[in-house]
């Protein structure tokens, strides 16, 4: 009857942004209680193997721990090291023990971390992060359920999931990373807190999608010009010192904090389009936080490609169960 992932990120929500504007705080108690809800709409179908990443704080064990609760959820052998990496090697073993669908709870960049681990896997991802775009804001239940529906094979992925896009940056030395919203780079040529919540230290910023009800770096690519997650282009901009200004933007950067924004220059990017930069002394952030410090002038390469995980649209998956009668009883 299928086998379901999960992984929950116990840091999202957490980072400075609570201390710089009025982003929520997800507490370790709300997610368990989300992980409970998830977990009841997926034994409503009988799915026959849940797999989960553990973690510090214990999150799924402790949803678990519910008499409502009947599921029998195996989980993963793997160190705790409380950093990214937990999520990008759960991510590669259940690649390994092929699941049919992955649940993440977290941010763009715990999903980041799932892609790297494995860049095909289907993914419902639950918003538990800050200024998200890749995840979703919606009730654990009906995200349970969608899973439960896809695992069983009740409903097609093919008829309810897209390949996301992911911007490609390939250093001087040939190391890549990527990202599967935004690459930002920095004047500030230090990682530091690694969260991106301060728009005076940006030069210019590449994104893969960009709708107005999104926050952060998106948003400001969206009063531009939208770019949805079918499109076949990205979006970038450049931020404008006050005498290069060409456009003046007022965007929500963040939870509760509403920004000008000078813009000097902007464009779409096609898919396989290869973007040469020259930088030095700078940081190169990916969705929304800084991880590599560049300290020698190089050229840098920047590709939008469309090799990302598979996104569920949950309404689509609910609409073509409820379509072909899946929610009856005999």
């Known amino acids: 009857m299928g086998t379901v992932g999960i992984i929950a990120n116990p840091y999202s929500s957490k980072d400075i942004r609570r201390l710089t ?3 929520r705080i997800v507490t370790d ?5 989300v992980l409970r809800r998830i977990i009841i709409g997926l034994q409503s179908f009988q799915v026959a193997r849940i797999i989960a990443m553990d973690d510090n704080a214990h999150l799924v064990r402790r949803a678990i721990n519910h008499p409502g609760i009947t599921a029998d959820v195996e989980f993963l052998e793997l160190p705790i090291r409380g950093n990214a990496n937990d999520t990008l090697l759960a991510s590669q073993q259940m690649a390994e023990k092929e699941i049919d669908v992955l649940i993440s709870l977290g941010g763009d960049g715990t999903n980041r971390m799932i892609a790297k681990g494995f860049d095909k896997h289907t993914v419902l991802p639950v918003s538990t992060g800050t200024n998200n775009v890749f995840p979703y804001d919606l009730e654990g239940t009906h995200v349970g359920i969608c899973a439960g529906l896809i695992a069983s094979q009740a409903v097609d992925k093919d008829d309810c999931t897209v390949q996301s896009k992911q911007i490609v940056v390939t250093l001087e ?10 690459l930002a780079i920095s004047t500030a040529n230090f990682v530091a807190s690694r969260a991106i919540w301060d728009f005076n230290n940006l030069d210019e910023v ?10 952060g770096l998106a948003s400001v690519g969206a009063r531009l010009q939208t770019i949805g997650i079918e499109d076949e282009q990205g979006l970038m901009y450049k931020i404008a010192k006050s005498s290069e200004m060409s456009k003046k ?37 990916f969705d929304g936080e800084r991880e590599i410090q560049i300290t020698n002038e190089q050229n840098i390469q920047i590709e939008l490609i469309r090799k990302g995980p598979f996104i569920v649209d949950v309404s689509a998956c609910l609409e073509h169960a409820a379509q072909q009668g899946d929610f009856y009883l005999e």
């Open 29 to 33: 108690w709300e997610k368990v209680n």
């Open 21 to 23: 504007g009025s982003a």
């Open 173 to 182: 030395n040939g190391d890549k990373d990527l990202a599967l919203v935004d």
């Open 206 to 215: 590449f994104l893969t999608r960009c709708e107005l009800l999104d926050l």
């Open 249 to 285: 933007i007022l965007s929500p950067i963040g939870p509760g904090t509403i920004q000008e924004v000078l813009i000097s220059d902007w464009g779409l990017i096609n898919k396989g389009q290869v973007i040469t930069r020259n930088i030095s002394r700078c940081t190169l952030a």
